[in-house]
């Protein structure tokens, strides 16, 4: 227990933040008329956000976005090209222009007539105009299996999960290398970043320096996903990741991390429950009690977190 003990020293001092300092909360009310609301990107000016709501079982899931002005968000709006198909995990490119993302919509070139996830992307000229219609990432990435969870970093190297058989467990995290023309063929992460478990919903830092991301059920994890930051050493090795702490994690599922490195702010979606039983004068204050707290639903979380 003493070891342990030192290695959570040492451990959070190099990522420069204390547990007794963490402070979780919920990121906007204005989400909380969604029962289940996953996955978080933030624009670098801070003025979009893009979030995946869903039905309570997941089978139906869309992409929607706010937007801050005058220091308030509007009401959520859906992604103009959202169909009948499921859309999730978004992710913004550096310069805003480009939005990935991954999609069952089926692909004009796949000769299996089962669906399953892909990569996607859409563009636009201005951060002022609507989207494009859906275009596919292409073979090099994608492939008969499923494809989840793009991150890409400024030189847009990308990382995502890939479910594959011949991986080293049922989800592992996967990298892609950016030439300036196309990305090369995906590269499985070592054995410090994936296991014969679950490892999934990967965010990679600007500069490549960390990568954030959940494992399942993980030995000395607090229960269910927890979730877990990787550093690469001077020779550009990922080390053996490590747990973000009690106070970020729980005995619930944590996933979806998103990291705004201008803030310091942390962002992931979490499944914990903090309600307690109490007397309610109306049903008024029982919805606003239920509905506004940690309540077992998928929901978004903040944390201010310095990570070097």
């Known amino acids: ?28 009310k204005s989400l909380n008329q969604f029962l289940n609301v996953r996955d978080f990107c933030l624009s670098k000016d801070g003025t979009e956000v893009y979030f995946t709501i869903q039905s309570p079982d997941g089978a139906i899931s869309q ?7 005058n220091n308030a968000w509007s009401e959520p709006e859906l992604l103009s090209f959202c169909d009948e198909n499921s859309y999730m995990e978004a992710f913004l490119s550096d310069d805003g222009l480009r939005l990935y993302f991954a999609s ?41 299996n499923n494809e989840f969870y793009p991150t890409l970093s400024k030189n847009n190297n990308l990382y995502f999960t890939m479910d594959v058989p011949t991986g080293k467990g049922k989800d592992d995290i996967y990298f892609c290398a950016w030439n300036g023309k196309k990305y090369a063929s995906p590269v499985i992460l070592n054995d410090n970043i994936n296991s014969s478990g679950f490892e999934f919903n990967a965010f990679i830092s600007n500069d490549e320096r960390f990568l954030i991301y959940t494992k399942y059920n993980a030995d000395g994890g607090y229960g269910s996903g927890d979730l877990y930051i990787a550093k690469r050493d001077e020779n ?3 080390q ?30 979490s499944k914990r429950n903090l309600l307690q039983s109490k ?16 309540n077992g639903l998928s929901k978004i979380y903040q944390v201010k977190i310095e990570l070097k």
Request: proline share 2%; net charge neutral; glycine share 4%.
């Open 1 to 28: 227990m003493l070891r342990f003990k030192l290695l959570c020293i040492l451990f959070l001092t190099n990522f420069s933040f204390s547990q007794d300092s963490l402070q979780v909360s919920l990121f906007d």
């Open 63 to 69: 992409l929607a976005t706010i937007r801050k002005t």
């Open 104 to 144: 069952d919509r089926p692909r004009k070139d796949s000769k299996n007539s089962a669906k399953n996830f892909d990569i996607w992307y859409v563009e636009r000229e201005t951060n002022m105009v609507g989207w494009s219609e859906p275009i596919n990432l292409g073979k090099t990435v994608n492939s008969e």
């Open 236 to 238: 550009g090795a990922w």
């Open 240 to 269: 053996k990741a490590e747990n973000l702490g009690a106070i970020i994690n729980s005995k619930h599922m944590e996933y979806c991390p998103f990291y705004d490195e201008k803030t310091q702010t942390l962002y992931f979606t």
């Open 279 to 294: 007397a309610f004068k109306n049903v008024k204050e029982f919805q606003e009690y239920v509905n506004e707290n940690e």
